[in-house]
């Protein structure tokens, strides 16, 4: 159990796969002007990583170590990934139609998200068992939805304040990221992974 | 049919704002199609890019609207849902199969089970989770606290794009 929880912290505090490994920086940008649409863009990709890196890590296990094939590592996982983010699409449109509407506008974007190859290559590179895996993969899609959340947070209020007419938009945003990522640097030395 | 008494102040009304299009009226029913309003499509990539190609999808996204303001196929208007109902809708479609996906492979992990087995308990969860949510869904539903508002008319595309371009 100790080890479940070390693993939650470092994945989703200690390396932190936005603020410390910098990966999906595209829509960490993109979709933090409000922090509704944050929350729901992160809710998508907490459920596509979890999904997806446990499918790739069955596919890893099952299918490519035993027949030599971990030279199709990327391409199978790139499969995998649009493959899980096309099930999410169906199964919200059959859970309901206008959740689909609602949430269905975040759901292609998570495919080209890098931090998903990301977490699922880095489980591959741990070794990590199938429990550990999935619950690195969830504490480290939880980081990323944290990171939207906060920075979302920040630069809803950043829009009431008077900036500078040359730093308005993208560039206090990403001033704010960077003073993020500083903080989270606190967190260092907290659990590794 | 919502009564235009119920309908929400549009300057007091919190709302996750989009623009949609009507398409088909059927009787009392306005069919709606979402507009992209995201760069997407829109930038210098937009021909090489793929997330141009999914997002264009409309039609599977269509959805119906009381047509209680006199809508007419081709108006431009402006929907909105309630701030929360975002998020409520997020952790319904999503928390609910996460947990119970977990919970699956976590419990038959405790049991002692091997990888395999904790995989099959995972599935399992996920399916059991799908159905959890899709219950809550109806619910929700039913309660109309996932129904699109009508906030007001958009103007049309040739006065926007000036917009955009001043």
Known sequence: MQEIILVIVGAALVNNVVLARFL???????????????VGMGMATTFVITVSSMGNWALEHY????????????????????????????????????LFQMLGIYLPLITTNCAVLGV?????????????????????SIGFSLALALLAGLRERLALCDVPRLFMGPPVGFVTASLLALAFMGFSGMASN | MQAEDDMPDPSNFAAVEGLAKVVAIEG????????????????ASSLACGASAFGNRLHARRFP??????????????IGVQESTLVTASMTAYAIPLVTMLGGGIIAHLAGFGDGVAILASVAGLAAGLFLARLRAKKLNAQGQLTPIYLR???????????ELN
Not at chain 1, 28 to 34: I, L, R
Not at chain 2, 28 to 43: F, H, I, K, R
Not at chain 2, 65 to 78: A, F, P, Q, S, T
Request: net charge negative.
């Open chain 2, 28 to 43: 009392a029913v306005a069919w709606l199609e979402p507009e992209q309003t995201t760069s997407c499509g829109g930038c």
């Open chain 1, 63 to 98: 299918l490519l170590v035993p027949y030599e094939l971990e030279y199709l590592r990327t391409f199978t996982f790139i499969l995998v990934i649009a493959a899980a983010v096309q099930f999410t699409e169906m199964s919200v449109r059959k859970i309901s139609p206008p």
């Open chain 1, 120 to 140: 699922a290559l880095l489980i591959v590179e741990g070794h990590q068992g199938f429990l550990i895996g999935t619950v690195f993969s969830f504490a480290s």
């Open chain 1, 24 to 38: 999906g920086l595209c829509s960490f940008m993109g979709v933090t002007t409000k922090i509704d649409t944050a």
């Open chain 2, 65 to 78: 609207l009381d047509n209680v303001h006199e809508l007419k196929v081709g108006d431009r208007i402006v």
């Open chain 2, 153 to 163: 008319h958009a103007p049309s595309p040739a006065q926007s794009e000036s917009c």
